[in-house]
């Protein structure tokens, strides 16, 4: 009995100290840090983001439990919506972010987006990392438009999405070109920007003849507003 009340101990002690030493949402560990990561979402407010084209977050992007959450019925009450991107440019970086998506729902996390009145939206510029409900969506019927896909380009090359209310993470790796998608920890996609395999993708996809899609080495960071309630947390991003 000792033994037992020992070992039981022992257990709760371990489990009280990795609790402790759990890593809040929306920080950076030490470690972190000295690698150079930065937040881009502080868990608090919408410092450091703005409506694409505008000099504001819209009203129907709040911030909920440390979530950025693009609240539908909000909109739905004529708040305005629209895509949100990073006040800052990016060009070589990791990107890490967590989503959670609705029963349902659609949004994506678009880069290398070259904000101009030129062009109206986001994606006009910015490939798209998928962010959907597989199995609810219409769009989980079509290939190349899965979670973790870039979008209508390349199909991931395994399913990692997790269940509809559980949060994932993604990560979106840039360098000089080279693009890496992750995740949950899987590889979906991996290509090179710029190059004549680049051309022939985007010349076998929707954005067929878009003069300036995918054609940005340097750009923002979007978050979109596909009409559905979305949840982002944990951004951040190590400058490469």
């Known amino acids: 009995m000792k033994k037992i009340i020992i070992g039981a101990f022992m257990l709760g002690a371990i489990t009280s100290a990795t609790a402790v030493k759990a890593q809040k949402v929306n920080s950076l560990s030490a470690k972190e840090k000295k690698e150079g990561w930065q937040l881009l979402f502080d868990g608090k407010t919408t410092t450091g983001w703005h409506t694409y084209l505008k000099d504001a977050v819209s009203p129907a992007w709040k911030v909920v439990d440390g979530a950025l959450e693009f609240d539908v019925d909000a909109k739905k009450a ?50 798209e990392m998928q962010v959907l409900d597989d199995d609810k969506h219409p769009d989980g019927k079509i290939n190349k438009h899965n979670a973790g896909d870039l979008y209508d380009l390349i199909k991931s090359s395994q399913k990692a999405v997790k269940p509809v209310g559980e949060w994932n993470t993604a990560k979106i790796v840039k360098k000089d070109g080279h693009l890496t998608l992750w995740l949950n920890g899987v ?54």
């Open 78 to 127: 004529g708040a305005p919506g629209g895509d949100i991107v990073t006040n800052g440019e990016y060009e070589n970086y990791e990107l890490s972010i967590d989503w959670k998506i609705s029963e349902g729902g659609n949004s994506g996390i678009i880069f290398s987006v070259h904000e101009d009145p030129e062009f109206s939206a986001t994606y006009l510029t910015g490939p």
């Open 187 to 240: 590889k979906t996609v991996e290509t090179t920007m710029g190059t004549p395999e680049w051309d022939a993708l985007v010349a076998n996809s929707k954005f067929k003849g878009w003069k300036g899609f995918g054609k940005y080495a340097k750009g923002h960071i979007a978050l979109q507003d596909h009409g559905n309630k979305v949840w982002y947390r944990n951004i951040k991003i190590k400058v490469l």
